[in-house]
Structures are given as structure tokens and as C-alpha cells.
């Protein structure tokens, strides 16, 4: 049973540029939440999305922004790259309402 | 406003030499409390779910318990390889099923 994939592993971008990090639900997950953790602090919740609709969405910019796909799949994009958003994006995926998610292993997006 | 405090932020233990990791949690009524590990530059690794006071659950060297305001991570005898970040992560009864992070405890444990 393949837990939650993400890709790609590692990214470097420029400031003003755009970016999309994917994300594979475990099996079984309908619901897939987005976080961002900065080097020595907790995850910070993006947004979740279930049914392919933003459900629920946390305290950050329009310039991030998601999809889901019907097979469960998601992805993330971050418009106008700040030097700021650079962090571990990480997606975690349960079922909806369940208790405690699954993450995967992260995207490490370095702006520069 | 869920708060999760975890301390200490940074623990180093001798290989054996037995310790707890506290998470203490502010929310209006919960609904679980959740233990993850994570090791560097990896994503979070889950643990345990807790539900109701006076709960309790093991897993190898771990055993987490859980009170109406703190849980508890206790570690037995660890070995260099049980060295991580340990999350705690709180999720709030009604509303809301997005859960609250702490910053987490380091943990090295020399050999």
C-alpha cells in the first residue's frame, strides 16, 4: 500500500517566479491538506481539499492556490515567489473528518 | 484560539537514560491529540492518536498518555535511532477538522 507521494523532492526557484508541487494521496484518502513548515517550527496549515473543492483554507495569500483532481491527486501552486516562501511544503492526506492524516515526504522549495 | 505548547524545544539524553517530552494544549474540547516523528528534511511520521483523559498507548520504546490539559511522550531506554523531532498536534471537536501544531521537540540521544 504506497503512503502519500509528493514530487518533486527538492526545487530552487527565483523571486517573481511560479511553482507547482504535486501530491499522491495514501490509498483510501479522499481529502488532502497542505502545509507549510519553516526550519524549527510546526506545520503551518495552507488549505484542505476534499471533492476537489478548497474546503477549508488557513492564514496565507491568494498567491497560493490548489486543485484537486477526481482520482484525489493535488496539486499546489505559489505565484510571485518571495524570498520567504522558501520552506518544507508538505501534503497530508485522511479521510474526510478522520481522525489524524498521513503525510508525505515533503517538497524542499528553496527561493532565491 | 487551539494552542499547542511542546516542551523543552530541545532535549539531549544519554543511549538508555529514560526521559518524557510534554505537550501542553489549549482547545475548546477536544477531539484528538496527535503524536508524529520527524527526522530532517522528511515529512512527519505518525504515532499515536490520543482521544480522552486518562488514555494511554505504546509503540516499542514510546508510550503516550494524555491528560485534560497535557499529554505526555514518555521514551524508555532510548537508542541513538529514536533521535527526531517529535510533534504534537491537537484537533478541536465541531467545525474546524484541520489540526494545530506544536513547534515540536528535538530530541538526541548520544550513544
Known amino acids: 500500500d504506497a503512503g502519500v507521494t509528493q514530487s518533486p523532492t527538492h526545487l530552487i526557484k527565483t523571486r517573481g517566479q511560479q511553482v507547482t508541487l504535486r501530491c499522491s494521496p495514501k490509498?483510501?484518502?479522499?481529502?488532502v491538506s497542505w502545509y507549510q513548515q519553516a526550519l524549527g517550527q510546526g506545520p503551518q496549515f495552507i488549505f484542505q481539499?476534499?471533492?476537489?473543492?478548497?474546503?477549508q483554507r488557513g492564514n496565507f495569500p491568494d498567491r497560493f492556490s490548489g486543485h484537486q483532481f477526481p482520482n484525489y491527486s493535488s496539486e499546489l501552486n505559489v505565484n510571485a515567489l518571495l524570498l520567504g516562501d522558501s520552506a518544507l511544503y508538505l501534503c497530508a492526506s485522511s479521510p474526510l473528518q478522520g481522525m489524524g492524516q498521513y503525510f508525505g515526504p515533503g517538497t524542499r522549495l528553496t527561493v532565491t | 484560539e487551539d494552542q499547542v505548547t511542546q516542551s523543552p524545544e530541545a532535549l539531549r539524553l544519554q543511549e538508555g537514560e529514560s526521559s518524557s517530552l510534554n505537550c501542553s494544549y489549549t482547545?475548546?474540547?477536544?477531539?484528538?491529540l496527535f503524536w508524529y516523528r520527524q527526522d530532517p528534511g522528511k515529512g512527519p511520521e505518525f504515532l499515536f492518536t490520543l482521544y480522552s483523559a486518562g488514555e494511554e498507548k505504546e509503540k516499542e520504546r514510546l508510550k503516550a498518555t494524555l491528560t485534560k490539559k497535557e499529554s505526555f511522550l514518555h521514551i524508555t531506554a532510548p537508542k541513538p535511532e529514536d533521535s527526531a523531532t517529535y510533534l504534537c498536534?491537537?484537533?478541536?471537536?465541531?467545525?474546524?477538522?484541520?489540526?494545530?501544531f506544536g513547534r515540536g521537540t528535538s530530541l538526541i540521544v548520544h550513544p
Open positions: 481539499y476534499y471533492e476537489e473543492e478548497e474546503r
Open positions: 490509498s483510501g484518502h479522499d481529502t
Open positions: 482547545v475548546s474540547g477536544l477531539r484528538g
Open positions: 498536534a491537537v484537533q478541536a471537536a465541531g467545525g474546524s477538522y484541520i489540526p494545530t
